[in-house]
């Protein structure tokens, strides 16, 4: 996963590098740091200061899950019910990347691995071998379509594989 800045940085430093923007957002955050504080005591463990920026920035509407590609993950969930099958296969590429992070995105590649271009179901399968430790709810989906003879060769036999990974994790 790569570091992208809030939107809201982005905004505010158009035209900036990446790095530009996450220097700002580094900076931002030392800001929000000086205003931490418990009786005039900042914050004393790095847990609890983690906390306190994590509900801070839910609470102030910062936190939009993690970025892919410069999107947020819920763009790349609606992106994957989108009609085009490369926005669908590019939808199900970034969620592999983003995964490991959230149980959100396995219901979706699954449905993904039930498309019927054959690019979004490939790239779907791959997207749940990539994140198999999060992925074993979607052993059925992939042993069904595994000895679905209607299905393509390469597909049965990448949904095999990919079953196979999960079933190994523990």
């Known amino acids: ?24 957002d580094a900076r931002a955050a030392a800001e929000l740091l000086a205003i931490i504080y418990v009786k005039d005591t900042y914050v004393k463990t790095p847990l609890k200061l983690l906390v ?3 509900f801070l920035s ?3 509407g910062c936190w939009q899950g993690p970025y892919h590609d ?17 926005t669908r ?15 959100e995105v396995v219901p979706v590649l ?5 498309d019927e271009n054959k690019g979004v179901q490939m790239q779907a399968i791959f997207a749940l071998r990539a994140i198999s430790p999060r992925a074993k709810a979607a052993l059925p989906a992939l042993t069904e379509i595994a000895f679905d003879k209607g299905q393509d060769q390469l597909v049965r036999r990448a949904a095999a594989k990919t079953a196979k990974v999960i079933r ?3």
């Open 52 to 54: 306190s920026i994590s």
């Open 89 to 103: 296969r590019d939808s199900a590429r970034a969620l592999g990347k983003l995964g490991l992070q959230t149980d």
């Open 110 to 114: 699954v449905d993904l691995a039930k």
């Open 70 to 86: 410069g999107k947020p993950l819920d763009q790349w969930l609606a992106l994957a019910k989108d009609k085009s099958p490369e």
């Open 168 to 170: 190994r994790q523990p």
């Open 58 to 60: 839910v609470f102030a």
């Open 1 to 24: 996963m790569e570091c992208v800045a809030h939107p809201a940085c982005t905004q505010r430093l158009p035209g900036a590098s990446a790095g530009v923007r996450r220097l700002a």
